[in-house]
């Protein structure tokens, strides 16, 4: 678990109250530094698990579980257990039917207490949410943060919904959803985040981060750079260098889908990217949608598209191994690919997630590419408000004229925000307030909320570390748990005690008075954190090590 542990190195004998083993330092002599480890972890793992575990029973049957109530722990903690595929076995085990098809009213009513810890112990997505290790501990206020927020945007009334894609001006300018993700999969929705969204320009990043992974950075970067434009997303310019500015606006778009598997046929150029698109969502309950009216729009009133192409075509910009025709027409369906607002902050968290599936766990974007990713979507993924973005918010993000947004919190989170009505940069009003309210309340100034993958600072536990920011995160996930030290309601650091939630075994997964132990350390109640026992551990053998 890290740094922080204190050895007593003068106690006679290293014993365990969860253990009947009583080790002789002579006996030592013969363990190496790693059993004597493991011996502890295991040790204190066993203590740990007693601790947390025998919590939950304090209902009216002290040696039964209510299911129920075990369910709505979890969702309190931002796990879906119907959904989530880390759970599968778990379900099936307190399921009264043997098919796949679960639902609440199918599973027992109360499990005994043997067969819970069994079930407990064996999964590890639950155990870290009994333990408190995810990447938000407390999730509950959290949750009740972003509602807060949700809530004080929707009064926001300016914008115009856009009119240039026809199919798209039909949106009601009063739709406003929103969605957070966390790189453990803890998720939480607010208002009309079940309701589909295009992707539009938001697809951008993630096809930057396909053709990156299929063609490499030399070959993608010979015709589009890295640069903001200065420029509307749609304008027919290059860079001087006859490059696209970047791969966030039209023209480099176009440029990367002159690339993307240019040797392939047209069908299977639009099944491997949707192929690789899903594979970052899996899990989540939801499949992405090819929405083709949208797509069809867009197909007969993009002229200006059109023109782009021309453009590029005639300054050598695109592969000419593929015709224009095709070129437009893959650029226009990935833009037409549709998602709930839900799903989409899954999709961010992947991205969050070093290109990970925070599901799965499955690599599907190297984390190579998702470097280049982060920085252009840092400096370029709100068009030509990305400096001001950049400068007032300062998390990596991309808006696309549906009204969609994701931002990018790497290694903590993702986050989806749709609202139909734009400004005249063409990013939803109501969710760039979002996250400027979101970042004034969890930051401890401005520009201070995100420390980047590409940073040089990184500290002894392999994690980027700036004590000047909101946030501390890792440069790409390991699976340990991160502390978020952030002023306010929503997200505590790591040592502190989860808050009571509701009925029984609610008062949080580890309160001393249900038989839960606290995960700080008290020095006058002594050890009985679980997390600090491990710290503690884990300093002191260190130190005995040298």
């Not at 808050?499 to 700080?520: D, E, F, I, K, Y």
Request: net charge negative.
């Amino acid at each position: 678990y890290g740094d922080s542990v204190v050895f007593c190195g003068h106690i006679p004998v290293i014993s365990s109250n969860m253990s009947n083993e009583i080790v002789e330092p002579d006996a030592l002599d013969n363990w190496n530094p790693d059993q004597v480890y493991q011996k502890a972890l295991t040790w204190v793992g066993e203590e740990l698990q007693e601790q947390l575990l025998e919590g939950f029973f304090q209902g009216t049957d002290p040696d039964y579980v209510v299911v129920q109530h075990f369910l709505e722990f979890l969702r309190s903690r931002g796990i879906a257990p119907l959904i989530d595929p880390r759970l599968k076995d778990f379900i099936a085990a307190i399921s009264t039917k043997s098919d796949s098809r679960y639902s609440y009213n199918n599973l027992k009513h109360q499990i005994p207490k043997a067969e819970f810890k069994t079930l407990v112990l064996a999964n590890p997505t639950i155990l870290s949410a009994i333990k408190g290790e995810f990447v938000v501990e407390d999730f509950p206020d959290l949750a009740k943060s972003i509602d807060e927020i949700f809530e004080d945007c929707r009064s926001e009334t300016s914008g115009e919904v856009t009119t240039y894609i026809p199919s798209l001006a039909h949106y009601p300018a009063t739709k406003w959803g929103a969605a957070i993700c966390t790189t453990d999969g803890q998720v939480h929705c607010c208002g009309d985040a079940e309701d589909l969204v295009t992707l539009q320009s938001v697809t951008k990043p993630i096809f930057y981060g396909l053709c990156l992974d299929e063609n490499g950075e030399k070959a993608v970067h010979e015709t589009v750079g890295k640069e903001p434009s200065g420029h509307g997303f749609n304008k027919i310019t290059l860079a001087r260098d006859n490059k696209a500015h970047n791969p966030l606006i039209n023209t480099g778009a176009i440029s990367l889908a002159s690339q993307y598997l240019p040797d392939e046929t047209m069908a299977s150029r639009y099944k491997s990217a949707i192929s690789k698109y899903q594979a970052l969502v899996e899990g989540s309950g939801e499949m992405l949608h090819f929405n083709n009216t949208v797509y069809l729009s867009e197909l007969h009133s993009g002229h200006r598209n059109y023109a782009i192409g021309y453009y590029l075509q005639s300054k050598g910009c695109l592969n000419e191994k593929v015709n224009l025709k095709e070129t437009l027409e893959l650029y226009f369906q990935m833009c037409s690919i549709e998602t709930s607002v839900r799903n989409a902050s899954v999709l961010a968290a992947a991205l969050a997630n070093g290109g990970r599936n925070v599901f799965t766990g499955n690599q599907v974007i190297s984390e190579r590419s998702m470097q280049n990713m982060l920085s252009i979507m840092f400096s370029c993924g709100m068009y030509d408000y990305s400096g001001e973005w950049a400068f007032e918010v300062g998390i990596p993000a991309k808006s696309g004229v549906s009204g969609l947004i994701i931002v990018v919190i790497p290694d903590v989170m993702g986050i989806a925000l749709w609202s139909p009505p734009l400004d005249s940069y063409g990013n939803s009003v109501r969710s760039v307030k979002f996250a400027r309210e979101m970042v004034n309340r969890y930051s401890k100034g401005r520009n201070q909320n995100v420390l980047h993958p590409f940073s040089n600072r990184r500290s002894a536990d392999g994690r980027y570390h700036n004590d000047q920011r909101g946030f501390v995160f890792h440069p790409f996930p390991g699976r340990r748990p991160l502390d978020i030290s952030i002023p306010g309601p929503g997200v505590r650091q790591h040592h502190t005690q989860a808050r009571s939630t509701q009925q029984g075994l609610q008062p949080s997964a580890l309160n001393t008075q249900q038989g839960l132990q606290s995960n700080t350390l008290n020095t006058q109640q002594g050890l009985q954190s679980s997390a600090a026992l491990l710290r503690n551990f884990t300093k002191g053998l260190r130190f005995f090590m040298k």
